[in-house]
C-alpha cells in the first residue's frame, strides 16, 4: 500500500534562511506527488506537483521540490524563507482509485515556524 | 464567486444527534472528497466521489454517509455523531479522469461533539 512520511512534525528557521521540508514515499508505481501547503484556519492549497520530466519542479511562492527516485523522496525546498511562509505543509502521494483518477496519500504534515 | 464552498464552518452537536456537512463547487468537476484532519493524523479520506450517484469510500469511512445525487453538491452525514468524530473536516474537489489533478479545498467545518 502507498504511504507517505514527513518525518519532521515541526521545523524551525529564521527569516532570510533557506529550507528543505523532508517527503518519503512507498509507491510501487511511477508515483505522481504534491506539496500543499496550509495557512492557519485555511483549507489546503497546491504548491507544486511531479508527474513525469524534469525531477525539478517549480512551484508558487517561490517554492521547488525534486524528485529523486533512488532515494524515493520529494523534498520541498525554498531558498530564502519569509514569515509568511509560516504555515503546515504536507506532501502526498496520488495513487489509482476507481474510475481512472488519482486519490492522494498525505503524509502527517510538518508545521514550519519562522523566527524573525 | 465561484470555487468551493463549505457549511457550516462551525458546529456544536450533542452525542447521538444526525449532523449533515454541506459541500459545493461551481466548476463542475467530476471528483469531490471528504477529508477529516486530527492532530497527529494529518488527512484522512473519508468518502469520494467520482462523479453524481458514484462514491466509494476511503481509509475511514465507518460512522459516516454521503450522496451525489448532483455534481456539484457532495454532503456528508454524520448518522449518530461519537466523540472521536470531533474534527476539521474538510470537502475537496479535482478534476476528471486521466491524469492526477489538483485538489481545490474548501474552507474547512469545525465539528465539536459534545
Known amino acids: 500500500a502507498q504511504s507517505v512520511t514527513q518525518p519532521d512534525i515541526h521545523i524551525t528557521v529564521s527569516e532570510g534562511a533557506s529550507l528543505e521540508l523532508r517527503c518519503n514515499y512507498s509507491y510501487g508505481a511511477t508515483p505522481y506527488l504534491f506539496w500543499y501547503v496550509q495557512s492557519p484556519g485555511q483549507g489546503l492549497q497546491l504548491l507544486l506537483k511531479y508527474f513525469s520530466g524534469d525531477t525539478l519542479v517549480q512551484g508558487i511562492k517561490g517554492f521547488e521540490a525534486e524528485f529523486k527516485r533512488s532515494q524515493s523522496s520529494f523534498n520541498l525546498r525554498k531558498p530564502s524563507v519569509h514569515w509568511s511562509d509560516a504555515a503546515e505543509y504536507f506532501c502526498?502521494?496520488?495513487?489509482?482509485?476507481?474510475?481512472?483518477?488519482?486519490?492522494?496519500?498525505f503524509g502527517r504534515g510538518t508545521s514550519l515556524i519562522v523566527h524573525p | 464567486d465561484a470555487g468551493i464552498t463549505q457549511s457550516p464552518r462551525y458546529k456544536i452537536t450533542e452525542t447521538g444527534r444526525q449532523v449533515t456537512l454541506m459541500c459545493h463547487q461551481t466548476w463542475s468537476h467530476s471528483y469531490m472528497f471528504w477529508y477529516r484532519q486530527d492532530l497527529g493524523h494529518g488527512l484522512r479520506l473519508i468518502y469520494y466521489s467520482a462523479a453524481a450517484d458514484i462514491t466509494d469510500k476511503g481509509e475511514v469511512p465507518d460512522g459516516y454517509v454521503v450522496s451525489r445525487s448532483k455534481t456539484e453538491n457532495f454532503p456528508l452525514t454524520l448518522e449518530s455523531a461519537t466523540r472521536s468524530q470531533t474534527s476539521v473536516y474538510f470537502c475537496a474537489s479535482s478534476e476528471g479522469s486521466g491524469s492526477p489533478g489538483t485538489q481545490y479545498f474548501g474552507p474547512g467545518t469545525r465539528l465539536l461533539v459534545l
Open positions: 502526498a502521494v496520488g495513487t489509482h482509485a476507481s474510475g481512472g483518477s488519482y486519490i492522494p496519500t
